[in-house]
């Protein structure tokens, strides 16, 4: 069974930086599409970064030149790097895990990222 914890989250001002790890077991994350999603408070769940097995990454536009997904094989671990955060990047962070072998995919509980002053 594929488990992901996240970890990262916290408080943080306008401008600052957080880094954000998921941990996967149960699969590896080099033959994993690997993601992170936000959903703030009355909005749906959106992606933000995108790591596919043969490291192709895609972004939201609104993250992009701010935010950096990369994953570690050896750790098994994917990260979200973000940097200038603004107030309207405030939401529950969730990793996302799509093995390249199954047509099943997984969920992480989040973390929460709060972008204020």
């Known amino acids: 069974q594929v488990r992901l914890v996240e970890s990262g989250g916290g408080l943080v001002q306008p401008g600052g930086s957080l880094r954000l790890s998921c941990a996967a077991s149960?699969?590896?994350?080099?033959?994993?599409?690997m993601g992170w999603y936000r959903q703030a408070p009355g909005k749906q769940r959106d992606l933000v970064a995108r790591?596919?097995?043969?490291?192709?990454?895609n972004y939201a536009d609104s993250v992009k030149g701010r935010f950096t997904i990369s994953r570690d094989d050896a750790k098994n671990t994917v990260y979200l790097q973000m940097n200038s955060l603004k107030p309207e990047d405030t939401a529950v962070y969730y990793c996302?895990?799509?093995?390249?072998?199954?047509?099943?995919?997984?969920w992480g509980q989040g973390t929460q990222v709060t972008v204020s002053s």
């Open positions: 149960g699969t590896m994350v080099s033959i994993t599409a």
């Open positions: 790591l596919s097995s043969d490291g192709t990454t």
């Open positions: 996302h895990a799509c093995p390249d072998y199954s047509p099943s995919n997984y």
